[in-house]
Nanobody, 115 residues
Framework: QVQLVESGGGLVQVGGSLRLSCAAS????????MGWYRQAPGKQRELVAQITSDGSTNYVDSVKGRFTISRDNAKNTVYLQMNSLKPEDTAVYYC?????????WGQGTQVTVSS
């Protein structure tokens, strides 16, 4: 069992930055693919960024060049650095951990970008 706890959300102005953190309990964190997803009101949840166990990353086109996902396996933590934030980035951001036959979600953290 893995528990995921997100933090770092909040209210920020357009053009500002936030860093989200997702702390994972349990062992073998380094074997999980970690992802950040977001869900805006009235919209489907979407993948924002993902980092595999070997450090490969991918991003949704709308955040490329602005967001960076990283992981610290020693701290069992994955991060999402968000720069140049836009109003359309407003959403609840969720952390997800996946590997074969395992799929865990965090409770989410609200990010609001005001114009």
């Amino acid at each position: 069992q893995v528990q995921l706890v997100e933090s770092g959300g909040g209210l920020v102005q357009v053009g500002g930055s936030l860093r989200l953190s997702c702390a994972a309990s349990g062992s073998i964190f380094n074997m999980y693919t970690m992802g950040w997803y977001r869900q805006a009101p009235g919209k489907q949840r979407e993948l924002v960024a993902q980092i595999t166990s070997d450090g490969s990353t991918n991003y949704v086109d709308s955040v490329k060049g602005r967001f960076t996902i990283s992981r610290d396996n020693a701290k069992n933590t994955v991060y999402l650095q968000m720069n140049s934030l836009k109003p359309e980035d407003t959403a609840v951001y969720y952390c997800r951990a996946t590997r074969i036959l395992r799929d865990y979600w965090g409770q989410g953290t609200q990010v609001t970008v005001s114009s």
